[in-house]
């Protein structure tokens, strides 16, 4: 707590956050604005009490009142400027994003055509595969790090809207699983799916929930770091939730640590320590994602033994069997 | 045979999505901007319209309520095919009459192809 009060007391620093001059920095004028305002009644008192001419102290007050005004101005034309390149930011992003996927797709749908091998005019030697499918790979990864930049902001836009359904999510998360294997297994970690009979259908967005899951699980081999078992499962809560847990084996969150998983672009010291991808926006969305569609986010971690990371997602009460 | 009009700008896209439904044995037609896919929509009276927003001349949001307000095409199910996400777009596509909306990035070929196959089963 107090770390953050010395920073917001750090003018050159928060100024410096908005990339504007300390004379367009609303924190800044505010200041200047309480000086004024010191400087100003002391001195209003000092005329007051030194010279007896109402006409005086009427003057002095007039002229603080000008300036007090000039400064209020100042500091909502500041607003503004800070509003609007927020805004630009946002603009630039979902342009730069279109702009980005674009090419990005056609990639992927040119090496679909040819790693497809349903087109005899493509004869892809066993060798030639395995460069384009790490190409394809590096495409797909550079894919979903547009759209979690779009989502981003989306998010921070309030413009995050889900598109919601009823869906089996033991069947979701059996695939997600299946779909995790590859990457799993170059990381020597293996993922499996534990679930209870009877698991409910739940009524939520379907693409986004798919993500959470995806988020948490590449959280979990990441952060498993060569050794580790990773295991989804879900389970009833209270009839009206089905809570998902995603348990690993891996290096687990230091308590200073703790409070700061869900920020935007949050990463932890032992990223670096095992030089781990990601941007970390990964739990940020999840967190906005699962909020959004009524449920809860949270997690336990013992440093060294692992993590688990579980959200809940409200229940609408018809019953599927997953056999 | 079913038809499908594809409606898109990038030529690389029309080529390996072209070819791969022509694999398919639907029969393709193509074409690079809004006024040319609409007035190919009038005359050929395909089974399902694919649809980019972005497009040359007219685009995607003129031509799919244009397809709608006529007796003649209104409806044909149209999948609209783009890499724009904004949930003002979505909204926007959908509310028009749009069956499916899907951002080209997030779906392989092949998964393209069965929603395809799912729409076309679904309105005959």
Same mark, same amino acid.
């Given at each position: 707590?107090?770390?953050?009060?010395?920073?917001?007391?750090?003018?050159? =620093?928060?100024?410096?956050?908005?990339?504007?001059?300390?004379?367009?920095?609303?924190?800044?004028?505010?200041?200047?604005?309480?000086?004024?305002?010191?400087?100003?009644?002391?001195?209003?008192?000092?005329?007051?009490?030194?010279?007896?001419?109402?006409? !005086?102290?009427?003057? #002095?007050? !007039?002229?603080?009142?000008?300036?007090?005004?000039?400064?209020?101005?100042?500091?909502?034309?500041?607003?503004?400027?800070?509003?609007?390149?927020?805004?630009?930011?946002?603009?630039?992003?979902?342009?730069?994003?279109?702009?980005?996927?674009?090419?990005?797709?056609?990639?992927?749908?040119?090496?679909?055509?040819?790693?497809?091998? @349903?087109?005899?005019?493509?004869?892809?030697?066993?060798?030639?595969?395995?460069?384009?499918?790490?190409?394809?790979?590096?495409?797909?990864?550079?894919?979903?790090?547009?759209? @979690?930049?779009?989502?981003?902001?989306?998010?921070?836009?309030?413009?995050?809207?889900?598109?919601?359904?009823?869906?089996?999510?033991?069947?979701?998360?059996?695939?997600?699983?299946?779909?995790?294997?590859?990457?799993?297994?170059?990381?020597?970690?293996?993922?499996?799916?534990?679930?209870?009979?009877?698991?409910?259908?739940?009524?939520?967005?379907?693409?986004?929930?798919?993500?959470?899951?995806?988020? !948490?699980?590449?959280?979990?081999?990441?952060?498993?770091?060569?050794?580790?078992?990773?295991?989804?499962?879900?389970?009833? =809560?209270?009839?009206?939730?089905?809570?998902? =847990?995603?348990?690993?084996?891996?290096?687990?969150?230091?308590?200073?640590?703790?409070?700061?998983?869900?920020?935007?672009?949050?990463?932890?010291?032992?990223?670096?320590?095992?030089?781990?991808?990601?941007?970390?926006?990964?739990?940020?969305?999840?967190? #906005?994602?699962?909020?959004?569609?009524?449920?809860?986010?949270?997690?336990?971690?013992?440093?060294?033994?692992?993590?688990?990371?579980?959200?809940? !997602?409200?229940?609408?009460?018809?019953?599927?069997?997953?056999? | 045979?079913?038809?499908?009009?594809?409606?898109?700008?990038?030529?690389?896209?029309?080529?390996?999505?072209?070819?791969?439904?022509?694999?398919?044995?639907?029969?393709?037609?193509?074409?690079?901007?809004?006024?040319?896919?609409?007035?190919?929509?009038?005359?050929?009276?395909?089974?399902?319209?694919?649809?980019?927003?972005?497009?040359?001349?007219?685009?995607?949001?003129?031509?799919?309520?244009?397809?709608?307000?006529?007796?003649?095409?209104?409806?044909?199910?149209?999948?609209?095919?783009?890499?724009?996400?904004?949930?003002?777009?979505?909204?926007?596509?959908?509310?028009?009459?749009?069956?499916?909306?899907?951002?080209?990035?997030?779906?392989?070929?092949?998964?393209?192809?069965?929603?395809?196959?799912?729409?076309?089963?679904?309105?005959?």
């Amino acid at each position: 707590m107090e770390a953050r009060w010395s920073e917001g007391l750090n003018l050159n =620093k928060v100024c410096g956050k908005y990339r504007v001059s300390l004379w367009q920095c609303p924190q800044f004028l505010f200041l200047v604005m309480g000086v004024v305002i010191i400087v100003a009644v002391l001195s209003a008192y000092v005329v007051a009490s030194r010279y007896q001419e109402p006409e !005086l102290a009427a003057l #002095s007050v !007039l002229i603080l009142t000008v300036v007090l005004f000039v400064v209020g101005h100042m500091i909502i034309s500041a607003f503004e400027r800070v509003a609007i390149s927020s805004l630009s930011k946002s603009e630039f992003i979902s342009i730069m994003s279109h702009q980005l996927r674009s090419p990005l797709s056609a990639i992927k749908w040119q090496l679909n055509m040819i790693l497809a091998g @349903d087109d005899a005019k493509f004869v892809v030697s066993d060798e030639s595969r395995s460069y384009l499918e790490t190409v394809y790979d590096q495409n797909e990864r550079m894919i979903r790090s547009v759209s @979690d930049l779009l989502e981003v902001n989306r998010i921070e836009d309030g413009d995050l809207v889900l598109r919601p359904s009823l869906f089996s999510i033991a069947v979701l998360a059996s695939r997600v699983a299946s779909e995790s294997e590859k990457y799993s297994s170059a990381n020597n970690a293996k993922v499996t799916v534990a679930m209870q009979k009877d698991i409910p259908m739940v009524y939520a967005d379907e693409e986004r929930i798919k993500r959470v899951m995806e988020h !948490l699980i590449d959280n979990a081999i990441r952060y498993s770091a060569y050794k580790g078992n990773v295991v989804i499962s879900l389970e009833k =809560k209270n009839g009206d939730y089905i809570i998902c =847990k995603i348990t690993d084996q891996g290096a687990g969150i230091q308590d200073s640590e703790k409070a700061r998983v869900f920020d935007k672009f949050f990463r932890s010291i032992n990223a670096l320590r095992y030089q781990t991808e990601g941007s970390g926006v990964g739990l940020f969305i999840a967190k #906005s994602i699962i909020k959004l569609s009524g449920g809860e986010i949270g997690f336990s971690s013992l440093l060294g033994k692992g993590s688990t990371f579980w959200f809940t !997602l409200p229940v609408k009460k018809i019953i599927i069997n997953i056999k | 045979m079913k038809k499908i009009l594809f409606v898109e700008d990038e030529e690389s896209l029309q080529k390996s999505l072209g070819a791969a439904l022509e694999q398919q044995k639907y029969q393709v037609f193509r074409a690079l901007d809004g006024e040319t896919g609409l007035s190919l929509a009038k005359k050929e009276l395909p089974d399902l319209i694919l649809l980019d927003l972005i497009l040359p001349k007219k685009n995607g949001f003129e031509v799919l309520s244009e397809l709608k307000s006529d007796t003649a095409t209104k409806d044909i199910p149209i999948i609209v095919l783009t890499n724009l996400e904004g949930s003002a777009d979505v909204e926007r596509a959908l509310t028009s009459g749009a069956t499916t909306y899907l951002v080209k990035a997030n779906y392989t070929l092949q998964d393209v192809i069965a929603k395809i196959a799912g729409v076309l089963s679904h309105s005959k």
